[in-house]
């Protein structure tokens, strides 16, 4: 079967195919269209899959340098701790998260939501359940580089992509290729190392590690635009985050910062709006396998920020614990240049 196109009028052609029958000598006889809609349907769907999967690589990515970036931005908002930091990021998130609803036209999707939420408790409970995990990651992600733990919380955005990979193997039957196997053996070899050196991960590590798997998982199944959702989890973190700042030792020192009121802090919200936006709207768009894999890119440059901006020290002994990870890494993006080729 060979396509073609045949004249229908002036400068206007349709498709069709070719058939060469194996019993014939070769004479083709032409086929009508409507005989390969679903062939043609099939062939456009599969574009439609490599442009969306090569959109949610490039989010992807996006929002691991701009996560990575976050990481380093706590330490010019000293003398906050992690708690107020996350409290100040709540609330100026909202603003531009708002913005982005407007722009994007979603409002009614919005309303729609939230009066869904409304009308079924069981749903509204499982949605307060996956807002709290995200606010405890949230805080745990500017907690740790006030506090020296950035490289513990690093370990656990390298296990949580593997963790998600298995999710994908063996819960959504999701295959892997030969690039994205040998990735994940690394990134085991990697792990396995860190365990046997340390006996066990901290509980940073741990919370990152086993905490976002079922907070993904739950958002999959509410099946709401990605931002939608966001607007309504920070809507809901917002009351936590008032009474956090409200009973803060800090608060009133901020407003004495004009540079802090004006700038660093509105900064921090719009930085982390657009970086959950990349990540939320990537995990939408790509397979939870490959989503996984994607999610070391956020974790090596954690690593680089944690030794180069937040002056925390990798033992030679580490090392064999990230050489791995970071070979995985090169493996994912031998994979993901290779998808974007075939499109």
């Known amino acids: 079967m060979r396509p073609c196109t045949v004249p229908v009028s002036p400068g206007i052609e349709t498709s069709c195919f070719l058939y060469i029958s194996p019993s014939s000598i070769g004479v083709p006889t032409l086929q009508s269209p409507s005989h390969h809609v679903g062939a043609l349907f099939d062939y456009y769907s599969s574009l ?29 908002l000293t003398p906050l701790d992690g708690l107020d930091i996350f409290a100040w990021r709540i609330l100026w998130t909202l603003p531009p998260a708002l913005l982005l609803i407007v722009w994007r036209k979603h409002g009614a999707q919005l309303r729609d939501a939230v009066l869904a939420l409304l009308r079924s408790p069981l749903q509204a409970l499982l949605f307060v359940a996956m807002t709290a995990m995200l606010g405890v990651q949230l805080w745990l992600f500017l907690w740790a580089p006030v506090n020296g733990r950035a490289l513990e919380v690093s370990l656990g955005y390298f296990l949580l992509p593997l963790a998600m990979v298995l999710i994908g193997r063996f819960y959504y039957h999701e295959r892997l290729d030969g690039w994205q196997r ?102 939408r768009l790509l397979p939870m396998g490959l989503f996984g894999i994607l999610g070391y890119v956020e974790p090596v440059l954690l690593v680089v920020v944690a ?34 080729q075939r499109r």
């Open 48 to 76: 439609m899959n490599h442009s969306e999967t090569a959109r949610g690589i490039a989010l992807s990515v996006t929002a691991s340098l701009l996560f990575a970036l976050l990481s380093a931005y706590t330490s010019w």
């Open 182 to 283: 040998i990735a994940v053996v690394c990134a085991v070899i990697g792990v396995l190392h860190e365990l046997w050196m340390t006996q066990a991960f901290s509980w940073p590590t741990l919370l990152v590690a086993l905490g976002y798997p079922p907070y993904f998982m739950m958002r999959r199944r509410l099946k709401l635009d990605s931002m939608v959702i966001f607007i309504m989890e920070i809507f809901l973190l917002t009351p936590v985050a008032l009474y956090t700042l409200a009973i803060s030792p800090n608060f009133a020192g901020v407003w004495q910062r004009p540079d802090m009121y004006l700038m660093l802090l509105p900064g921090l919200g719009l930085l982390s709006t657009v970086a959950l936006d990349c990540y939320l709207r990537a995990s």
């Open 307 to 340: 030794i180069i901006l937040l002056d925390e020290t990798l033992s030679a002994a580490q090392l064999w614990t990230y050489i791995p990870i970071w070979m995985s890494v090169g493996f994912t993006a031998i994979h993901s240049v290779r998808l974007m």
